[in-house]
């Protein structure tokens, strides 16, 4: 079992920045990969970006290349989400998950978080 917990939302100008954290617990993080998702209302479920065990590997929506950057620090059990050039598109509930897979697939996490909102203003 795990648990996570996100932290680090907000309210920001478009422009602005927010750093996102999801905090592990039950068990280590650091056996596991992690993603970053996102749910605006009335949409579905987006995925942002992931970062394998290690840290070593990365991949991100399109839509946030460049701006986003995913991090982790399993001494920590801790994965991050450092966020820049906020839009308001980018408004949402964000949510941190585990999974066995380096993925951006959805359906293959296993363990979410509750999520932190994040909203952007214009």
């Known amino acids: 079992q795990v648990q996570l917990v996100e932290s680090g939302g907000g309210v920001v100008q478009a422009g602005g920045s927010l750093r996102l954290s999801c905090a592990a617990s039950?068990?280590?993080?650091?056996?596991?990969?992690m993603g970053w998702f996102r749910q605006a209302p009335g949409k579905d479920r987006e995925f942002v970006a992931a970062?394998?065990?290690?840290?070593?590997?990365?991949t991100y929506a399109d839509s946030v290349k460049g701006r986003f950057t995913i991090s982790r620090d399993n001494a920590e059990n801790t994965v991050f989400l450092q966020m820049n050039s906020l839009k308001p598109e980018d408004t949402a509930v964000y949510s941190c998950?585990?999974?066995?897979?380096?993925?951006?697939?959805?359906?293959?996490?296993?363990?979410w978080g509750q999520g932190t909102q994040v909203t952007v203003s214009s």
């Open positions: 039950g068990r280590t993080v650091g056996a596991y990969n």
């Open positions: 998950a585990v999974s066995r897979a380096f993925t951006g697939v959805t359906a293959r996490y296993d363990y």
């Open positions: 970062v394998d065990w290690s840290g070593s590997s990365t």
